[in-house]
């Protein structure tokens, strides 16, 4: 059946005209709810829902949560970039967008209320958020919920996150399959993602059968400031003989990058040629943010708004489509800071009664 029939008859079954019913299926907003709702049934029940093309077509309004922080002039870069990729998905259509701060734990759940029963809002997109009870709730409202970087193990909601098990396999198998073995792990655990990450760390020194031991190998701040990372880092590196330092390091973002660099600056330690550098972080902060780009994987940034909102899409278009968990793979990006392990053999001598190795190290540079 042609486009025209189709319109004809949902126009003839649902008693509206067929121009109502073209501007409903191409996604115009002015449309009373209830014509809406009649022509999207029908059009659903005569199949013609899925043979459409992704579009504004079902989404009218989307409430979109995130912490405070990431609409803050110097806040959260990463979860700015996600609300940037729900815009650009919605773009071409006339969606209402309200973006709200929502905070990670303990969140204001009037607030929360409050915005997604809003009348133009059909859908909601939760970021980053680890509150059980605003899950909880977010089931309740009869309204598609997609959660964005974060975990429902209620398994209730659709979710998009980065594949943060995979991404931390891949960085330190990349480093493995280049020969290192005395590897420095740094990161921060404020959240059940950053978990996953260092389970994948964990996974890729199994796969390799190389023994993982947090003191040697994992350095654990607060959070991932350059400052923070740079007082662990030399702090780690003053209690450690210089003949057991790390062949590469792997911190868990380019800010700690930042705080790694200055302390190998510090020490004197070349990058690549005497210890390798590998982070992750989303493809503009690896191509921007450093003096000297470093190798790292991208975390798909921009790309988890765009998913979020075709979820919601296929949400609102298959009702009792099964719940799913989408992981977006990261991908890797070769700056040269990470050497083949031979090139740091020279490395293995340094230490001496005089305290002064290869590189000519003093004590006071340690």
Same mark, same amino acid.
């Given at each position: ?46 199949? =013609? ?14 409430? $979109?949560? &995130? ?25 071409? !259509?006339? $969606? ?11 969140? *204001? ?21 680890? *509150? ?14 997609? /959660? ?31 020969? #290192? ?26 796969? #390799? #059968? ?9 350095? $654990? ?6 400052? %923070? ?6 702090? !780690? ?7 057991? !330092? ?30 390798? /550098? ?5 493809? !503009?902060?690896? %191509?921007?943010?450093? *003096? ?13 708004? =765009?998913? &979020? =909102? ?15 968990? /989408? ?10 800071? $990470?050497?083949?392990?031979?090139? #740091? ?22």
């Amino acid at each position: 059946m042609s486009g025209k029939l189709k319109m004809d008859k949902i126009a003839g079954l649902t008693g509206y005209s067929v121009s109502t019913v073209s501007r409903v299926l191409s996604g115009k907003a002015y449309t009373s709810d209830r014509a809406r709702e009649a022509i999207i049934q029908c059009a659903r029940e005569l199949g =013609v829902l899925d043979e459409l093309t992704f579009g504004r077509l079902l989404i009218k309004g989307i409430a $979109v949560f &995130a912490p405070a922080r990431t609409f803050n002039g110097r806040g959260d870069i990463f979860y700015r970039e996600v609300t940037k990729g729900i815009a650009d998905a919605v773009a071409p !259509w006339n $969606v209402y967008l309200s973006f709200c701060g929502l905070e990670e734990q303990h969140a *204001d759940i009037g607030f929360f209320l409050d915005k997604v029963r809003h009348n133009d809002i059909n859908a909601i997109i939760i970021i980053g958020n680890d *509150d059980p009870t605003i899950r909880k709730l977010a089931v309740t409202l009869n309204k598609p919920c997609v /959660l964005i970087n974060t975990h429902d193990r209620e398994m209730e909601l659709d979710a998009v996150s980065p594949d943060h098990r995979a991404i931390g396999f891949n960085a330190l198998n990349y480093l493995f399959e280049r020969g #290192h073995r005395r590897i420095i792990t740094i990161t921060c655990l404020r959240r059940e993602t950053l978990y996953d990450r260092l389970d994948g760390v964990k996974e890729a020194y199994r796969f #390799h #059968h190389v023994p993982f031991n947090p003191q040697n190998a994992l350095i $654990v701040t607060e959070g991932f400031t350059t400052d %923070e990372t740079e007082q662990a880092l030399r702090a !780690w590196l003053d209690a450690c003989p210089p003949g057991a !330092w790390p062949e590469a390091i792997f911190p868990g973002s380019v800010g700690m990058t930042a705080g790694v660099m200055r302390v190998l600056a510090q020490r004197n330690l070349q990058i690549p040629h005497q210890i390798s /550098l590998m982070t992750t972080d989303f493809a !503009w902060n690896l %191509e921007n943010l450093l *003096d000297t780009r470093v190798n790292g994987i991208a975390v798909p940034c921009r790309e988890l708004g =765009v998913e &979020a =909102v075709h979820i919601l899409q296929n949400r609102l278009n298959r009702p009792g489509a099964p719940v799913y968990n /989408l992981l977006l793979q990261g991908r890797m990006q070769d700056y040269g800071t $990470v050497a083949q392990a031979t090139r #740091h053999a020279a490395r293995a001598e340094i230490g001496g009664d005089n305290g002064v190795g290869e590189l000519g190290l003093e004590d006071d540079q340690r």
